[in-house]
């Protein structure tokens, strides 16, 4: 059984820098699609970042609105990933939530192509 396991998140103010880990366990090989999204009070799950290993190399993706202040980066030999984010702002307010799909898709923006999810780690960005 996969299990993805957070940590990271926390309290802090406008413009701070917050790391989130997702570490998998229960996995055979590597997935190819780590991905992260939140979700705000009364809104939809968005998708934040994903990570896609083709075999050979890795190629990343964001959304829009946090393009240039969030990387994510992973470590296939740990089944780990992490998402560092940087300059944020209240509106990154939300619950994340790491993902794993173990084929790759081209709706890698869609919660639907992920068959694994963690917890959730809260992130408060204070102003």
């Known amino acids: 059984q996969v299990r993805l396991a957070e940590s990271g998140g926390g309290l802090v103010q406008v413009g701070a820098s917050l790391r989130l880990s997702c570490v998998a366990s229960g996995v055979s090989g590597s997935s190819a699609l780590m991905g992260w999204f939140r979700q705000a009070p009364g809104k939809e799950r968005e998708f934040v970042a994903a990570s896609r290993w083709t075999g050979a190399y890795t190629i990343s993706y964001y959304a829009e609105s946090v393009k240039e202040r969030f990387a994510i980066s992973r470590d296939n030999a740990k089944n780990m990933f992490i998402l560092r984010m940087n300059s944020l702002k209240p509106d990154d307010t939300a619950v994340y939530y790491c993902?794993?799909?173990?084929?790759?898709?081209?709706?890698?923006?869609?919660?639907?192509?992920?068959?694994?999810w963690g917890q959730g780690a809260q992130v408060t960005v204070s102003s």
């Open positions: 993902a794993t799909a173990r084929t790759y898709s081209a709706n890698y923006k869609s919660t639907g192509i992920y068959e694994n």
